[in-house]
């Protein structure tokens, strides 16, 4: 199966028609427009408030034929290919250095034989990741912008080729939908963008059922992240550090002291993004100190 990226949405929401539907186990692609949607192709093409309306397209939403409401979804992901360039902006009022920005200019950056090429001295290799993969939420649709309990615009630099992300099901079907490629981004993307492409993501996604985990999840090779959202940074960071705990306790049978030491002393507080409507932040746990307590500490059952 492989869908195209006419089909992509701005929410996400229970009120949108599935384009596609896809069975657990079977692979799938999807094309993913950039976050301007395609809108800013050259240097000349400057970011302004007309952009406002058609930023952060998510391909789907995809039905996943036997997801029920509190299940979750492992989304695999096998693969993302990047087009041949990335888009970056910076903009007077936008990201954390917003306010010192004085001029609006858009880069170019060409992508060749999977290095990106930022300028003339700096050339470095991509390590694409994908900033927009959630469900439908709970309640009213919201913006694909805003990253929440349903994951979407999370913006975790995990997200990348042999991870697994892992999110609620409120809905039948889940809904899934995922957009917003970045070829490189930096914990913060303080600019306002990643290096923003067009691209094709390669995905599986298992049902989990009778499983109970602090959603959103991205497991890695190596990692374990609970990931959460706010508008305070400070919320943000408390909350993901809680999921964590309750991860700990839960899935790991730690008592709670010993859960709150282990990660004070094995795992890492991290900024995913400060430049969303919510910012989000994210707890890794090292698997590699996980295995006394499980000999294979994945997700994954
Ligand atoms: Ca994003
Ligand atoms: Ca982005």
Not at 154 to 164: E, F, H, R, V, Y
Request: glycine share 8%; hydrophobic share 40%.
């Amino acid at each position: 199966m492989h869908i195209t990226s006419e089909n992509h949405v701005y929410a996400m929401s229970s009120e949108h028609k599935p384009v596609a539907s896809i069975k657990p186990g079977e692979r799938f692609t999807a094309d993913l427009l950039d976050c301007f949607s395609g809108t800013i192709k050259c240097e000349r093409d400057l970011y302004g408030p007309d952009h406002w309306k058609t930023v952060n397209p998510a391909t789907g939403p995809v039905f996943i034929e036997g997801a029920e409401k509190g299940d979750i979804l492992a989304v695999k992901v096998h693969d993302i290919r990047v087009a041949d360039y990335g888009i970056m902006i910076v903009h007077p009022g936008s990201g954390e250095v917003g306010d010192s920005i004085r001029k609006t200019e858009t880069r170019v950056i060409p992508i060749v034989d999977g290095q990106m090429v930022f300028s003339d001295k700096v050339r470095v290799p991509v390590n694409p990741m994908i900033g927009v993969i959630g469900t439908a939420p709970k309640g009213a649709s919201i913006p694909t912008g805003k990253p929440g309990e349903h994951g979407s615009n999370m913006d975790c630099k995990l997200i990348t080729a042999g991870s697994t992300v892992y999110l609620p099901v409120y809905h039948e079907g889940g809904l899934l939908a995922m957009g917003d490629i970045h070829a490189l981004m930096g914990d913060g993307e303080v600019c306002v963008t990643g290096v923003e492409c067009n691209g094709t993501v390669e995905l599986e996604v298992s049902v989990l059922k009778g499983v109970t985990l602090p959603t959103p999840i991205v497991e890695t090779d190596d990692l374990i992240a609970t990931v959460a959202a706010h508008a305070d940074l400070d919320i943000a960071a408390h909350n993901a550090t809680k999921k964590m705990l309750t991860l700990l306790e839960k899935r790991f049978g730690m008592k709670r002291n010993e859960a709150a030491m282990w990660m004070s002393a094995f795992a890492d507080l991290r900024i995913c993004q400060v430049v969303n409507p919510l910012k989000t932040c994210r707890m890794e746990a090292p698997k590699s100190a996980l295995t006394p307590y499980d000999a294979n500490p994945s997700l994954c059952f």
